[in-house]
């Protein structure tokens, strides 16, 4: 009787930090049970064995930044069943997408000093402008429950359960104090989705938008409720333009702030 071939596991780095891929090593003893389900065929974070391709489930983490990069993620795709765009650089742009509202040729001139060897396209953009993604992974870094909860699905031929609400839910369900209605504190709890467990809320600061813009943000009433509270325009725009600046609701708002700075 043959043995059950278990499924291939490829981990795929574009420009990025690599914290959403050490989230999957953070699983510790977790990790053990998702290998005895499936074959981690590529993961250089993690180690050298390279097992060639197609593979059944591609995680991959980063922004498309270059030409090069542009190209290889069509690579990936074609060797891969299922791909899931994790973290917010991979979803949204990241924070190197903080140059999409400029002129990316200024930002070249003044940091290197021979910027014609620099190869870079004008724009940080997330892994589905370029190919289809089967699902997306938020977070800043992903959450490794989260993870462990789409790695679950996957196995078991099911939709992840990943919440779409706000942070603010996980605030209220943890008993946590509104930092916004207590002390004026500006915080994008509201308009973010779930996933970090309201951490920044919990030692009295204001979340600042790690998970990207939840199911239908209402970022416009969320600004105006922030101006009562005598915050101006160029810290509205900046609140915005972090992990998921170029995110289409973080976006939108932060560009409509911008022309009043």
């Known amino acids: 009787m043959s043995k059950k071939r278990?499924?291939?596991?490829?981990?795929?780095?574009?420009?990025?930090?690599?914290?959403?891929q050490l989230s999957l090593l953070d699983c510790e003893?977790?990790?053990l049970a998702i290998t005895e389900q499936l074959t981690i065929a590529y993961f250089p974070e993690a180690t050298?064995?390279?097992?060639?391709?197609?593979?059944?489930i591609s995680l991959v983490e980063g922004s498309i930044t270059t030409p090069?990069?542009?190209?290889?993620?069509?690579?990936?795709?074609?060797?891969?069943?299922?791909?899931?765009?994790?973290?917010?650089?991979?979803t949204a742009g990241g924070i190197q997408a903080l140059k999409n509202f400029k002129d990316v040729r200024s930002f070249i001139t003044m940091v290197y000093p021979t910027p014609q060897f620099i190869e870079t396209l004008n724009k940080s953009t997330p892994i589905a402008d370029h190919v289809f993604v089967d699902y997306?992974?938020?977070?800043?870094?992903?959450s490794k429950f989260q993870l462990l909860e789409?790695?679950?699905?996957?196995l078991n031929g099911r939709k992840p359960n990943i919440p779409q609400y706000s942070v603010c839910i996980e605030c209220k369900r943890k008993g946590t104090t509104c930092v916004m209605v207590a002390n004026g504190t500006p915080c994008l709890g509201p308009v973010t989705?779930?996933?970090?467990d309201a951490i920044c809320p919990e030692f009295?600061?204001?979340?600042y938008g790690c998970f990207g813009p939840k199911e239908t943000p209402n970022t416009h009433s969320l600004a105006n409720r922030w101006k009562q509270l005598g915050i101006k325009d160029d810290d509205i725009v900046r609140s915005f333009r972090s992990y998921n600046a170029y995110s289409e609701a973080f976006q939108r708002e932060s560009i409509a702030h911008e022309k009043h700075v």
Do not use: M
């Open 193 to 196: 989705q779930a996933g970090c």
């Open 29 to 31: 003893d977790e990790l």
């Open 204 to 207: 009295e600061r204001g979340c």
């Open 150 to 154: 789409l790695v679950n699905a996957f």
């Open 48 to 56: 050298r064995t390279v097992i060639k391709g197609p593979y059944d």
């Open 136 to 142: 997306q992974l938020r977070g800043c870094p992903i």
């Open 68 to 90: 090069h990069d542009a190209e290889r993620i069509h690579q990936v795709r074609r060797s891969s069943k299922f791909l899931v765009s994790i973290g917010a650089c991979a």
């Open 6 to 20: 278990k499924p291939k596991l490829a981990v795929w780095k574009f420009a990025s930090c690599d914290g959403c």
